[in-house]
Every structure is written in structure tokens, then in C-alpha cells.
């Protein structure tokens, strides 16, 4: 499966953005769908997913709140809806998809086979 992550760009303190990860290749319905992140001089971090469809959907607690992970199953597509945007989510983001995750490995960049290009966000103070 091939993904494409978008919908990044420049928001204020208090802004939202909606990103998006299109699959193209493969049904993202039999796959775990995570979205993780990664800011300049600091390692990939795990934002919030969801280890198999109709599973739970967990967050990072940094996010947890503000951010809200769905998905349309039509469109092959999942959404990162980030509200209340804080300088400190300033990264790249990332979507991430895997067949054989387990929940236990949710948070691990390492078990996803797929990756996604990236989308910059930026929050301005």
C-alpha cells in the first residue's frame, strides 16, 4: 500500500488543521493506521492510532483531547483532526499503516511497513 500524507501548513496558537493519509494500493480497512511526528533534533514520536479497524484509537498523552483520529473507509482515507494547535506540535507529521500490528507495538515506529511522505506543521506563537 502507498500512502500520502497532506493537509499540513502555517496556523496561529489556538488554530486548527485536518490532515489527511490517502492509501492507494491496498484496503487501509485491513490495516493499523498510525499517525506520528517529528520535530527538528528530535525523535520520531508516536501521536495517536489505532492497531486494527474497529479498535480502540489511542493517543499520545500530549494530544490527548485536542487531537481526534477517524476515518472514511469510502475514501480510503484516514484523518488527524488537530484542534487548539500549540507552538510545540511545530513538525513534520507522518501516517504510518502496518498488516501485522499488535496493540502493544501501537507505539512503535518500528513496526509499520508503510509510510507516508510527511506534511510540515507549523504553529506560530
Known amino acids: 500500500v502507498q500512502l500520502q500524507a497532506s493537509g499540513g501548513g502555517l496556523v496561529q496558537t489556538g488554530g486548527s488543521l485536518t490532515l489527511s493519509c490517502a492509501a492507494s494500493?491496498?484496503?487501509?480497512?485491513?490495516?493499523?493506521v498510525a499517525w506520528f511526528r517529528q520535530a527538528p533534533g528530535k525523535e520520531r514520536e508516536f501521536v495517536g492510532g489505532?492497531?486494527?479497524?474497529?479498535?480502540?484509537?489511542n493517543y499520545a498523552e500530549a494530544v490527548k483531547g485536542r487531537f481526534t483520529i477517524s476515518r472514511d473507509n469510502a475514501k480510503n482515507t484516514v484523518y488527524l483532526q488537530m484542534n487548539n494547535l500549540r507552538p510545540e506540535d511545530t513538525a513534520v507529521y507522518y501516517c504510518?499503516?502496518?498488516?501485522?500490528?499488535?496493540?502493544?507495538?501501537?507505539?512503535?515506529?518500528?513496526?509499520?511497513?508503510?509510510w507516508g511522505q510527511g506534511t510540515q506543521v507549523t504553529v506560530s506563537s
Open positions: 489505532f492497531h486494527r479497524s474497529g479498535g480502540t484509537t
Open positions: 494500493g491496498g484496503t487501509l480497512n485491513a490495516y493499523g
Open positions: 504510518a499503516a502496518s498488516r501485522t500490528l499488535i496493540l502493544s507495538s501501537l507505539r512503535m515506529p518500528t513496526a509499520y511497513h508503510y
